[in-house]
């Protein structure tokens, strides 16, 4: 369970107790008709005090058996089956009622007589009547804990699934790099087969820093930028002097998780269909800023524009992978958008929380 979702669970049983203790303080108020805020206050101690010693009985319980089962020793909190619970409910209930009734008394300098105290017929009914109580209680209790499991359980399965269909889509990223690098390699071979030999060099060594980072469901931004400086020295000996490269990366940023590959698809893309059909080539700019409580990556070129280059064919793959990690991630928080910048080229954003 997650610290916030074990939080949650504790906020809930809080709530689900002081709303038990209120009905019987109330009820108790009605039946005895003695001071509504003494009634009250019995009740509440008398509550926590159930409350307490059923969570310390269970607790305890669920530490034993899983010692037992020869699972992790550490304590488990949670629901151990009616079978176990009904004994923890009587014994709790009985010290919980026990302890309230004293401690009340000695704070208040009163004296309410303790069960042993009573006439047979009265101790069985205020035993009786708190044993009810704690009984809703824990019913109220299991219910929750059901409910709470189920999103639980929900909530994994989404997050599985998420995570494979990232792991699906960036396993169809690599191979379209490769495959594109490749082709290029196949022509510089016959053409000029020195400069074949170092980009093969270039390929080695980025599939080599990438294979491992590539299989992970995030890494900072730093490692991103970092494989794509290897990239980019790759397409270099490919374009010459034709491509400028300019990386932008505050310190401050380094640091933030960001899924692997999420601007490789965007630079490849403003090289194939922005710098490369430009005679002169031109400049690849890749930034990131922080805007609020949101991170902005951006990528940029002074290629052909986004006109020219939208009407290339092979455009949509890359882009649309993008996207679809985006919204596999960080559903309706994470955006992107492709827009025409001022001066010539084009412009690819993205922004998710940071």
Same mark, same amino acid.
């Given at each position: 369970?997650?610290?916030?979702?074990?939080?949650?669970?504790?906020?809930?049983?809080?709530?689900?107790?002081?709303?038990?203790?209120?009905?019987?303080?109330?009820?108790?108020?009605?039946?005895?008709?003695?001071?509504?805020?003494?009634?009250?206050?019995?009740?509440?101690?008398?509550?926590? @005090?159930?409350?307490?010693?059923?969570?310390?009985?269970?607790?305890?319980?669920?530490?034993?058996?899983?010692?037992?089962?020869?699972?992790?020793?550490?304590?488990?909190?949670?629901?151990?089956?009616?079978?176990?619970?009904?004994?923890?409910?009587?014994?709790?209930?009985?010290?919980?009622?026990?302890?309230?009734?004293?401690?009340?008394?000695?704070?208040?300098?009163?004296?309410?007589?303790?069960?042993?105290?009573?006439?047979?017929?009265?101790?069985?009914?205020?035993?009786?009547?708190?044993?009810?109580?704690?009984?809703?209680?824990?019913?109220?209790?299991?219910?929750?804990?059901?409910?709470?499991?189920?999103?639980?359980?929900?909530? @994994?399965? @989404?997050?599985?699934?998420?995570?494979?269909?990232?792991?699906?889509?960036?396993?169809?990223?690599?191979?379209?790099?490769?495959?594109?690098?490749?082709?290029?390699?196949?022509?510089?071979?016959?053409?000029?087969?020195?400069?074949?030999?170092?980009?093969?060099?270039?390929?080695?060594?980025?599939?080599?820093?990438?294979?491992?980072?590539?299989?992970?469901?995030?890494?900072?931004?730093?490692?991103?930028?970092?494989?794509?400086?290897?990239?980019?020295?790759?397409?270099?000996?490919?374009?010459?002097?034709?491509?400028?490269?300019?990386?932008?990366?505050?310190?401050?940023?380094?640091?933030?998780?960001?899924?692997?590959?999420?601007?490789?698809?965007?630079?490849?893309?403003?090289?194939?269909?922005?710098?490369?059909?430009?005679?002169?080539?031109?400049?690849?700019?890749?930034?990131?800023?922080?805007?609020?409580?949101?991170?902005?990556?951006?990528?940029?070129?002074?290629?052909?524009?986004?006109?020219?280059?939208?009407?290339?064919?092979?455009?949509?793959?890359?882009?649309?992978?993008?996207?679809?990690?985006?919204?596999?991630?960080?559903?309706?928080?994470?955006?992107?958008?492709?827009?025409?910048?001022?001066?010539?080229?084009?412009?690819?954003?993205?922004?998710?929380?940071?």
């Amino acid at each position: 369970m997650t610290p916030s979702a074990h939080r949650h669970s504790w906020l809930a049983h809080i709530g689900g107790t002081a709303a038990v203790c209120l009905f019987a303080g109330l009820l108790n108020y009605l039946m005895r008709g003695k001071h509504l805020g003494l009634s009250m206050l019995y009740s509440f101690m008398i509550g926590a @005090q159930i409350s307490a010693w059923i969570s310390l009985l269970s607790t305890g319980l669920s530490w034993l058996l899983r010692r037992w089962r020869g699972e992790a020793a550490a304590p488990a909190p949670g629901w151990v089956g009616w079978g176990w619970m009904l004994p923890c409910v009587v014994v709790g209930s009985v010290a919980g009622y026990s302890g309230g009734v004293w401690l009340t008394n000695l704070l208040m300098g009163l004296r309410e007589p303790l069960p042993w105290e009573l006439p047979g017929g009265r101790a069985a009914v205020s035993v009786v009547f708190a044993l009810v109580m704690s009984l809703l209680a824990t019913g109220i209790f299991y219910s929750m804990f059901r409910v709470n499991a189920l999103r639980l359980a929900q909530a @994994q399965a @989404q997050r599985q699934a998420a995570e494979a269909q990232l792991t699906l889509l960036q396993s169809q990223l690599e191979p379209h790099m490769l495959f594109n690098t490749l082709a290029h390699l196949r022509v510089l071979i016959k053409l000029r087969p020195d400069e074949a030999q170092r980009m093969l060099d270039r390929l080695i060594d980025y599939l080599r820093a990438t294979l491992q980072a590539s299989r992970a469901t995030e890494h900072a931004l730093a490692a991103e930028f970092d494989r794509l400086a290897d990239y980019l020295a790759l397409m270099s000996l490919r374009m010459g002097e034709r491509l400028r490269v300019q990386l932008d990366l505050p310190e401050d940023l380094a640091r933030l998780n960001v899924p692997p590959l999420l601007l490789q698809p965007l630079v490849e893309n403003a090289i194939k269909h922005g710098l490369e059909p430009h005679v002169d080539g031109g400049t690849l700019r890749v930034g990131a800023r922080r805007l609020g409580d949101r991170l902005v990556l951006e990528v940029a070129d002074s290629g052909v524009g986004l006109a020219q280059a939208t009407a290339l064919p092979g455009t949509g793959f890359g882009l649309a992978q993008v996207r679809e990690r985006l919204a596999q991630r960080y559903g309706g928080t994470g955006r992107f958008e492709l827009l025409p910048q001022p001066g010539g080229g084009s412009i690819a954003r993205i922004e998710i929380p940071a």
